[in-house]
């Protein structure tokens, strides 16, 4: 392998600029060529490509978002949208890619790499912690960290105010940064997809808790649980059945995604580039770099898509006993 290409696809998320920067400069050291391709499957289409060494990438590890841009493309599902990625791929000789996203991004990578035979390796990046393969996909701790942030600012007004906010976070169908943001945020109760709460346990347990002298309350919804998918239902149906409080919502939405990159996603996306462009170069494809307990492992790419990963159910646990 001479030349290696990298792209990121699918949502941005903090940590992807580190990541790039680490496999541009693991290509220097090995003395081999980077070349950047933009807008992601798009690019690889339409042959956006850009030499990268490593003085390219310098100054980014702490910029949130990503210097070589995010798509989701409709073309690179067609075998003849994926033949123009091949091509163009060929005509600049770059015989690997390193692939920064989620499982869009890795479905896909591994489709493009069996019907080529194209060496691949992904590098997971999202905020959503949901892939199999990885206790932590890059990006996620720096959106729990803000996540935390913008619940400490709104427990101001709540207690203020003596209100109950709903307060919706990112996570598509995984409640990863709800369950963690929940605890440290100190949330009366957690909503998530992986556990069904209902309606009225709801209920009663915000009465409880206002019966026991709290005057205002937190309730953290993941965006993919299913009481708090209509979350603004879920405000008026709370506002009917509980008196005492004044019930507001709250959906932070995409400021989640931002933001310069803590120093936990710094250090895995530095590792993880090193680990995808070695492993390229001892000949592997298809496989995701992930960490597990603190090491870099490989994972396929088909299991990091398909395995489902797991909440950790003792964390539960200690939200119930903290809300007390
Ligand atoms: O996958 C990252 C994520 O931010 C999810 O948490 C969220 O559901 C989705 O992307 C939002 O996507 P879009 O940027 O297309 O609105």
């Known amino acids: 392998?001479?030349?290696?290409?990298?792209?990121?696809?699918?949502?941005?998320?903090?940590?992807?600029?580190?990541?790039?920067?680490?496999?541009?400069?693991t290509c220097a050291y090995h003395n081999k060529e980077c070349i950047g391709i933009y807008q992601g499957?798009?690019?690889?289409?339409t042959g956006e490509f850009e030499v990268m060494d490593a003085r390219s990438v310098k100054g980014i590890i702490n910029k949130g978002g990503t210097m070589l841009k995010s798509a989701r493309s409709q073309e690179f599902r067609s075998h003849?949208?994926?033949?123009?990625?091949?091509?163009?791929?060929?005509?600049?000789?770059?015989?690997?890619?390193?692939?920064?996203?989620?499982?869009?991004t890795f479905t896909g990578t591994m489709v493009f790499s069996k019907e080529f035979g194209f060496p691949v390796i992904g590098i997971p990046?999202?905020?959503?912690n949901d892939i199999f393969g990885t206790s932590h996909t890059l990006g996620f701790d720096t959106a729990q960290n803000t996540v935390v942030e913008a619940i400490d600012k709104i427990r101001d007004t709540a207690s203020s105010h003596n209100r109950l906010?709903?307060?919706?976070?990112?996570?598509?169908?995984?409640?990863?940064?709800?369950?963690?943001?929940?605890?440290?945020?100190?949330?009366?109760?957690?909503?998530?997809?992986?556990?069904d709460l209902g309606l009225d346990r709801l209920v009663e347990s915000l009465n409880r808790s206002r019966k026991s002298g709290k005057s205002s309350s937190i309730v953290v919804v993941a965006e993919g649980d299913k009481i708090g998918k209509n979350i603004?239902?879920?405000?008026?149906?709370?506002?009917?059945?509980?008196e005492g409080y004044d019930v507001r919502v709250s959906v932070l939405g995409h400021m989640q995604r931002g933001g310069p990159p803590s120093c936990f996603d710094r250090v895995l996306a530095s590792r993880m580039g090193v680990k995808a462009v070695e492993s390229l170069l001892e000949g592997k494809s298809n496989f995701m770099v992930g960490l597990l307990n603190n090491k870099m492992e490989l994972t396929p790419l088909e299991k990091a898509i398909k395995g489902k990963t797991t909440i950790n159910l003792e964390l539960l646990r200690v939200s119930d006993i903290m809300s007390t």
């Open 165 to 195: 906010f709903f307060i919706e976070v990112m996570g598509r169908d995984v409640g990863h940064i709800a369950l963690n943001v929940g605890i440290a945020g100190g949330a009366e109760e957690i909503l998530i997809p992986e556990e």
């Open 232 to 242: 603004f239902e879920l405000k008026d149906y709370v506002d009917q059945n509980m």
């Open 1 to 25: 392998i001479k030349k290696i290409g990298v792209f990121t696809s699918g949502g941005d998320s903090p940590g992807m600029n580190a990541a790039i920067r680490s496999v541009v400069r």
């Open 125 to 128: 990046g999202t905020i959503d």
């Open 41 to 45: 499957f798009e690019g690889l289409m």
């Open 80 to 104: 003849e949208g994926r033949k123009k990625a091949y091509e163009n791929l060929k005509k600049a000789g770059i015989d690997a890619l390193v692939a920064i996203g989620g499982d869009g």
